[in-house]
Structures are given as structure tokens and as C-alpha cells.
T-cell receptor
């Protein structure tokens, strides 16, 4: 069985300051991990993915995440927040099975203040 | 191209209506998914089609009926829905055994009156 915990339901930052969204996972095998972003009334967009290659993963829009097996963490960071980053972010783990089933974290709402 | 399209964008239906949601992808993916998402919650899996066969039904009520006419299309037929079925319905696709990520469409916002 696998699970994902997003440690903060809401994060508020000022524009131009760093962003940190925290995610811990539980998996009985080597996981594939993803971060998705969802703007209001939109679908989910894949930000980045970890699939057992480099542990530091770079994604779109300046986001990156580091896979730390010893801490079972996959935190999402960005050096400088932009107003357009305000959205809901989901940390997701795949079962790597034939169905590519995903397990979602509860989500973190990122608010960016001017 | 990593695009999944969904129609309609918005749908309002009464409890006695029959309607359908449509989803299309042209990435050659052989797995397609329907999710239901309520406000401020993560998506909940409803159905999985793998190689055009229904492989997973997450105990969804029979008033939701999925259909996969071919490898590019996925439909969700709706009948006799309840107000609590109002939600954002998301379609996704992936290629089994490769990458493991799913690509999502923009969703259909369904309101049941």
C-alpha cells in the first residue's frame, strides 16, 4: 500500500520570496513521484516527475523537487514566487503497476501576496 | 502533444436527464481514466480502461456508465444523477508501463439541479 501526506494545507508567501511545499510518502517499493498543479476550475498539469533517475528533478516554471529516500520526502521548491504560481498543488505517487494507478496527497493551496 | 480534451466544459442537468461527457486523446495512450473532484479535495478515481477494457470500477453507482469506443475516446454516460454528483469530472490518460504519469484534461464542471 502507498500513501502521500502533504504537510501543509495552505502556504502563503510574498511575491519574489522562496516557495517550499512539503510532501512525505509511504511506499513498499521504489516509487515514481509527481507534483501536479491545478489552477481554479482547471485540470491538473504535470509540474515534474521522479522515476528513479536523478534525485533532484527540475520541472516547468522554475520548480524543482528533491527525492530523499532516507526521509521519504519529495518537497517542491521554487526560488522566487510569482503571482501566477497561486494554485493548488498535489503530490502524487504511482504504484508503477500495469494500470499506472495514482495516490494523491490532500493538496496544498499556495497563496502569493503582492 | 500532451493534450487531453474534454467536452463540454460546463453541463447543467436535471435529475431526470441523460447526458454524456466526452474525452479524447491522441498521444497513443492505452490507459484512460475518469476522476471525480469535489471542491478543495484531490481527484477520486472512478473508472480505469486499459487497452479499451474496463479494468477498474471503484464502486461507482450505476447512474454513471463509462464507455471506451476506441483507444482515443472515452465517454461517461450520466442518468438520474443526484445533486451530490455535482463536481468537476476529469479525464486522464497514460501509457501502461511507461513513465507512470497521467495527463489530465481540463475537466467538465457538472451541476445537477
Amino acid at each position: 500500500a502507498q500513501s502521500v501526506t502533504q504537510l501543509d494545507s495552505h502556504v502563503s508567501v510574498s511575491e519574489g520570496t522562496p516557495v517550499l511545499l512539503r510532501c512525505n510518502y509511504s511506499s513498499s517499493y521504489s516509487p515514481s513521484l509527481f507534483w501536479y498543479v491545478q489552477h481554479p476550475n482547471k485540470g491538473l498539469q504535470l509540474l515534474l516527475k521522479y522515476t528513479s533517475a536523478a534525485t533532484l528533478v527540475k520541472g516547468i516554471n522554475g520548480f524543482e523537487a528533491e527525492f530523499k529516500k532516507s526521509e521519504t520526502s519529495f518537497h517542491l521548491t521554487k526560488p522566487s514566487a510569482h503571482m501566477s504560481d497561486a494554485a493548488e498543488y498535489f503530490c502524487v505517487v504511482s504504484d508503477r503497476g500495469a494500470g499506472n494507478m495514482l495516490t494523491f496527497g490532500g493538496g496544498t493551496r499556495l497563496m502569493v501576496k503582492p | 502533444d500532451t493534450e487531453v480534451t474534454q467536452t463540454p466544459k460546463h453541463l447543467v442537468m436535471g435529475m431526470t436527464n441523460k447526458k454524456s461527457l466526452k474525452c479524447e486523446q491522441h498521444m497513443g495512450h492505452r490507459a484512460m481514466y475518469w476522476y471525480k473532484q469535489k471542491a478543495k479535495k484531490p481527484p477520486e478515481l472512478m473508472f480505469v480502461y486499459s487497452y479499451e477494457k474496463l479494468s477498474i470500477n471503484e464502486s461507482v453507482p450505476s447512474r454513471f456508465s463509462p464507455e471506451c469506443p476506441n483507444s482515443s475516446l472515452l465517454n461517461l454516460h450520466l442518468h438520474a444523477l443526484q445533486p451530490e454528483d455535482s463536481a468537476l469530472y476529469l479525464c486522464a490518460s497514460s501509457q501502461p508501463g511507461k513513465g507512470y504519469e497521467q495527463y489530465f484534461g481540463p475537466g467538465t464542471r457538472l451541476t445537477v439541479t
